[in-house]
């Protein structure tokens, strides 16, 4: 997971991003079959390189140090490894220009969407004879990357992995908040109702006049029409129609409850917002410098707390004062999915399929997915790499005994819209924090948010519509 977008969008950013569409279009290899890889990657298995091979993959330094790619590059010769950094708009003209990365950082809400553009190159025949990523040793969370067209993800064909994941909406409490305002820390472990939450929230957070020093509650705003999703599916309904070729917000209960369940915690100043901004810019440090009572994210959030320089914080941590527990339920139900799923594909047009799977091999299965699970910032997409997840000292048994219980109501996917770039937020979240200000400021009603947010997504999809075949 990446950082959470300042709440504020301006207009500009938002037609780019309902512009995205448009530009990956643009790019779709001329004649590239939809889900089809090139005759050289039917056989399976990939060959071992003969001559020098240069395989490109587009991904964020962190999360592939150069001393791995230095190791690859030693083992794997005579292929050669070279990182770019992530730049959709870089890649688009790489795609373009026939040059595009051959492995490529990607999200759960990109698939439907690159499927749809011809940009994927269908993995599966690799899957199938390979020694490392073995089909019954995948988490069910690598269904997003499963598809047999875009509007039928998790059935069909694997177009790529997930190179770590989280259920993404965990309960973390810093009971350190809770001493300081005078108010009794909650035990979470029994998820609690949307309204208890509220409640719990409502009670940890400090006002002065119109201004909130301590929030109660914060979440990414990045990803909150994802969480709307999620929430519509568990309370029975959908955020779009069957087949997203519309969105229903106006008068769709389950939508508009779960909209109006962030923007009342915001309008209440317990929750960031444009009127009362995060002091550190976004919750990690809010929740570490305790500022923080309540944060709803995912089990990456561990690595993060861990890190954690602030000896005060520290000390929080190591007396069992900084927990982690499962999602509060919605409408009576739990469900905790992923909504993120970051991993990675290999394009379509790559000249180099074989090299390229034995990069995406070596990254998903060996040394670099091990280093991801010893570190505690994701769990394991690979069934047999739990074993290596932190489980020792106060946070680290805590949260494995709260992964463990929450497990089963995390494996359910969410069909992402094919029509509308999958960013942070998507469109609709970004028509939302567009006008989120306005609305708490009383220039708009609720109703009227809820309109433009239907209006302006309708508009977007039968843009991308028409550029998806």
């Known amino acids: 997971m990446s950082s959470p977008l300042p709440n504020h969008l301006s207009r500009r950013n938002l037609l780019k991003l309902m512009g995205a569409s448009l530009a990956i279009s643009a790019c779709a290899p001329v004649g590239a079959p939809a889900g089809q890889q090139p005759a050289a990657a039917d056989k399976g298995a990939a060959s071992p390189a003969k001559a020098a091979t240069e395989v490109v993959m587009m991904y964020i330094a962190g999360e ?77 969370v690598n269904n997003y990357y499963r598809a047999g067209d875009p509007l039928s993800i998790g059935q069909g064909p694997l177009y790529g992995m997930v190179k770590d994941w989280a259920p993404d909406a965990f309960i973390w409490v810093n009971e350190a908040v809770f001493e300081k305002v005078g108010v009794k820390a909650p035990d979470l472990t029994k998820p609690v109702s949307e309204t208890d939450i509220k409640t719990i929230a409502h009670s940890v957070t400090v006002r002065e006049g119109n201004q909130t020093k301590t929030f109660g509650f914060d979440t990414a705003a990045g990803f909150i029409d994802r969480f709307w999703m999620s929430m519509a599916k568990a309370a029975g309904g959908s955020l779009y129609t069957d087949d997203f070729t519309a969105i229903k917000v106006v008068g769709n209960e389950p939508v508009v409850n779960a909209i109006k369940f962030y923007f009342d915690l915001a309008k209440d100043g317990v929750m960031t917002s444009p009127l009362n901004p995060s002091p550190a810019g976004w919750f990690g440090p809010d929740f570490t410098g305790g500022r923080l009572g309540i944060v709803s994210t995912g089990y990456w959030f561990h690595g993060f707390v861990i890190s954690d320089p602030g000896p005060e914080f520290q000390q929080a941590v190591a007396a069992g004062k900084v927990k982690m527990y499962p999602d509060f339920t919605w409408y009576g139900k739990r469900s905790n999915p992923c909504i993120t799923a970051a991993g990675a594909v290999i394009t379509s047009s790559t000249k180099h399929p074989d090299a390229a799977w034995t990069a995406f091999e070596w990254f998903m299965g060996k040394e670099p997915a091990q280093d991801r699970a010893k570190s505690g910032w994701g769990l394991p997409s690979l069934t047999s790499l739990w074993n290596l997840i932190p489980k020792t000292g106060p946070l680290s048994s805590s949260t494995w005994t709260t992964v463990q219980g929450e497990e089963p109501y995390s494996k359910e996917t969410i069909q992402f819209n094919p029509y509308l770039a999958g960013g942070e937020p998507m469109v609709p979240g970004a028509i939302y924090q567009t006008n989120l200000e306005q609305a708490l400021k009383g220039e708009i009603t609720f109703d009227e948010l809820l309109s433009r947010i239907e209006s302006e997504t309708n508009t977007a999809i039968q843009e991308g519509k028409n550029q998806v075949s």
Do not use: C, H, W
């Open 64 to 140: 592939i140090p150069d001393p791995l790619i230095k190791q690859f590059n030693q083992d794997y010769a005579p292929i050669n490894l070279t990182r770019i950094d992530v730049d959709p708009t870089r890649f688009y003209a790489m795609f373009a220009a026939g040059e595009a990365p051959d492995l490529v950082r990607s999200m759960a809400p990109d698939i439907p969407q690159l499927l749809g553009r011809k940009m994927l190159l269908n993995l599966q025949s690799y899957f199938d004879t390979s020694n490392v990523l073995k089909a019954d040793d995948m988490q069910p």
